[in-house]
C-alpha cells in the first residue's frame, strides 16, 4: 500500500459508513426485527420515551393474553366532537402500485380528492396482525410486542381506539374478515362487531350498521388482495380482481354515507397492513412494505401528495385527534398535519430524523474528504517538499 493510497481508503471507508448510517438516520425503528431486538437497546421507536426503552421482557410481556373482561387502563374525561366520524378501511396487502382508475376507481377518485401517500411504511415485520395492532393501538411493533399472525386467544393488553371510544360513548363499529383480528376488538369493545368470510358480505353487514345507526368510528377491513396474493401472486390478474372488488365495495358503503347524509363529515383513513412481492409478504423490501395510505373527509386538502413518513400507529393518532378524544394511547402514532387543507411548512414539521440527516450525515463525506486533503498535501509538504 502506497502512502497515498490510505487516504483514499479512509475517504471510501468514511463515505460507505454515512451511507450505510443514512438508514437508520431516515427509518430507525423500521430495521429493528424482533431477532434483533436485544442487539437495539437503545433503538427507540418513534414516540416512545428514552427513558423506557422497550426490552425483551416487555414484548414477551406483551404476549401475554388478556382476557376481554379486564379493565384497561383508558384515559376519560374529554369533550368529543358530536358531529365527527371517522371511518379506517384496511385493504389486506393491497400495493400502491395495485390502484389505478381502472383497477380501483373508488380508491382513485378518494387519492384525487383526498391526501396521498404512495409509499407509507408497514412495520417490519410486514405481516397482517402485527401491523393491525399498530394501526389501532397508536403502538409500534416493539410497543405493543404483537408479533404473532395467528389467531389467538383473547385480546391484546394494550388499549386501542375501541376502548377509548367506549370510554366516552362514542359508537364504533368493527367490521372484517380475517377471524385473528378478533384479538384487536373483543366482544363488547364496539357496539358492532362482525367477523364474517366474504368481502361483499362484510361490506353488506358494515353497510347495513352505518345505514341504521349513529355510528362515529368504523374500522373496515378487506382480506380477499392478501389471499389473492398469496394464491396466484400480487399484482396477478386475480389478485386485481379481488382489489377491483374490493374498491367497489367500498364504493357502496360511501353511497350509504352519501345517502344518510354523513360522508361529509366523515374522516376516511385507507390503508393497507402490507404489500407483498411473489406470493408471499413480511420481508423489509418496498414491494411487501410500501403501502398506500389516502386521507379524505373534512378539513384534508385536495390532491395533495404526502411526503411526511407515514406509519401505521398514525391511524390511531389521527382517528382519536379527530374524534377529540384523549390520544395519549397512540404514543407512537402522530397526526399527519401536512394533510390538513391550511398545512404551511415551518422548519417544525420537517421529520426530525430527515433533518438530522441532511444536516449531520450529509455534509459529512465532504467534511472527511476536505479533512483527508487537507491531511495529504500537509504530509506531501513535510516529507516531500523538504527532500
Ligand atoms: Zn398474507
Known amino acids: 500500500m502506497t502512502r497515498h493510497s490510505l487516504p483514499l481508503l479512509m475517504v471510501l471507508f468514511v463515505a460507505s ?77 393491497l400495493r400502491p402500485d395495485a390502484i389505478s382508475e381502472a383497477s380501483a376507481p373508488t380508491l382513485w377518485s378518494l387519492i384525487e380528492s383526498g391526501s396521498y401517500q404512495p409509499a407509507a411504511l408497514a412495520e417490519i415485520p410486514a405481516v397482517t396482525l402485527p401491523n393491525h395492532s399498530s394501526m389501532l393501538t397508536g403502538l409500534a411493533i416493539l410497543s405493543h410486542g404483537v408479533f404473532i399472525n395467528v389467531t389467538a386467544p383473547g385480546r391484546i393488553e394494550h388499549p386501542t381506539v375501541f376502548d377509548v371510544s367506549r370510554e366516552h360513548s362514542v359508537s364504533s363499529g368493527f367490521f372484517v374478515n380475517k377471524g385473528k383480528l378478533g384479538y384487536l376488538c373483543a366482544d363488547g369493545d364496539a357496539d358492532f362487531r362482525r367477523i364474517k368470510g366474504d368481502v361483499d358480505v362484510i361490506a353488506d353487514e358494515c353497510a347495513v350498521a352505518i345505514r341504521d345507526n349513529d355510528l362515529r368510528l368504523v374500522f373496515l ?24 372488488r374490493a374498491d367497489a365495495a367500498l364504493r357502496r358503503i360511501l353511497d350509504v354515507m352519501d345517502d344518510r347524509g354523513i360522508r361529509e363529515e366523515t374522516l376516511l383513513i385507507i390503508t393497507a397492513d402490507h404489500g407483498g412481492h411473489d406470493k408471499t409478504h413480511g420481508f423489509p423490501i418496498p414491494d411487501d412494505q410500501h403501502v398506500p395510505f389516502i386521507l379524505n373527509g373534512p378539513g384534508i386538502a385536495e390532491g395533495r401528495r404526502l411526503t411526511t413518513e407515514i406509519h401505521p400507529m398514525d391511524v390511531a393518532a389521527i382517528a382519536l385527534a379527530y374524534l377529540e378524544l384523549p390520544m395519549t394511547i397512540a404514543r ?30 450529509g455534509p459529512m463525506p465532504w467534511f472527511f474528504m476536505t479533512a483527508t486533503l487537507v491531511g495529504t498535501l500537509g504530509l506531501r509538504r513535510k516529507f516531500v517538499v523538504r527532500r
Open 221 to 244: 377491513h378487506f382480506g380477499e388482495p392478501d389471499g389473492a396474493g398469496h394464491a396466484h401472486g400480487w399484482l396477478s390478474d386475480p389478485y386485481m380482481a379481488q382489489v377491483t
Open 332 to 361: 407512537d402514532g402522530r397526526v399527519i398535519v401536512e394533510a390538513q387543507i391550511d398545512f404551511s411548512p415551518t422548519v417544525d414539521d420537517i421529520d426530525e430524523p430527515a433533518l438530522l440527516f441532511t444536516s449531520i450525515c
Open 17 to 93: 459508513c454515512c451511507e450505510q448510517n443514512s438508514v437508520p438516520c431516515t427509518l430507525p425503528h423500521q430495521l429493528a426485527t424482533a431477532a434483533s431486538i436485544d442487539a437495539l437497546p437503545d433503538e427507540s421507536p418513534r414516540g416512545v420515551e428514552p427513558n423506557s426503552p422497550v426490552t425483551s421482557s416487555t414484548i414477551v410481556g406483551s404476549m401475554a393474553f388478556v382476557p376481554s373482561t379486564q379493565k384497561l387502563d383508558v384515559p376519560t374525561s374529554a369533550q368529543t366532537n358530536a358531529t365527527s366520524r371517522v371511518m379506517i378501511v384496511s385493504f389486506d396487502g
